[in-house]
């Protein structure tokens, strides 16, 4: 099956800790991105990838860090560096070329207690 | 700063009636515009996409785009009780693969 795969579903971890979220995609996409959604907010973007080895901040990047080392693959770490780690975690991918939509995965639920 | 605006809601509406989201931008050179419907606890899913000013139709669902007015709009015709869940407009800035500019969502509940 085609699409992307984001695992796990749910992590749980102790403050102080970094924790690495997956994002892999057989969608052949180039563009990939890392979104946070808070309960009732909306979708904040964290870090983008247009293509691989190379990404940029979105508007809440601090204490987050990411690689692009493969076109498939673009995993999140939550560093203890992030002050309010717990959220939903959104990956999505966007194919090259004009006008083309996001196609998301289904989601990591990040709790730090 | 480019911004997309939504009315966070809630919208209530009657089943069967016709549900109208809309959304304003700020990016007079915006290229295209997605509306993506989110239930809660899940992903967005894209229902509409539209490029050109005027109406585009699928199913019950109708995307509208006034591209002088920076104003588009999702109008859901025969809502149902399937269709309560948050609708949350994209604005693509320019072309090519800058990131989507999201609005906050609307809130939709359809009352049986």
């Known amino acids: 099956d085609g699409g992307i795969t984001q695992s796990p579903k749910y992590l749980f971890r102790k403050e102080g800790q970094n924790v690495t979220l997956s994002c892999e995609q057989n969608l052949n996409h180039d563009a990939m991105y890392w979104y946070r959604q808070d309960p009732g907010q909306g979708l904040r973007l964290i870090y983008y990838?247009?293509?691989?080895?190379?990404?940029q901040k979105g508007d809440i990047a601090e204490g987050y860090s990411v690689s692009r080392e493969k076109k498939e693959s673009f995993p999140l770490t939550v560093t203890s560096a992030q002050k309010n780690p717990t959220a939903f975690y959104l990956c999505a991918t966007r194919q090259t070329g004009y006008n083309s939509p996001l196609h998301f995965g289904n989601g990591t639920r990040l709790t730090v207690t | 700063q480019k911004e997309v605006e939504q009315n966070s809601g809630p919208l209530s509406v009657p089943e069967g009636a016709i549900a109208s989201l809309n959304c304003t931008y700020s990016?007079?050179?915006?290229?295209?515009f997605f509306w993506y419907r989110q239930y809660s606890g899940k992903s967005p899913e894209l229902i509409m996409f539209i490029y050109s000013n005027g109406d585009k139709e699928d199913g019950r669902f109708t995307a509208q785009l006034n591209k002088a007015s920076q104003y588009v709009s999702l109008l859901i015709r025969d809502s149902q009780p399937s269709d309560s869940a948050t609708y949350l407009c994209?604005?693509?800035?320019?072309?090519?693969?800058?990131?989507?500019?999201f609005g906050k969502g609307t809130r939709l509940s359809v009352i049986a």
């Open positions: 994209a604005v693509n800035p320019i072309s090519g693969n800058t990131p989507l500019v």
């Open positions: 990016d007079r050179g915006s290229q295209s």
């Open positions: 990838s247009q293509i691989v080895n190379d990404f």
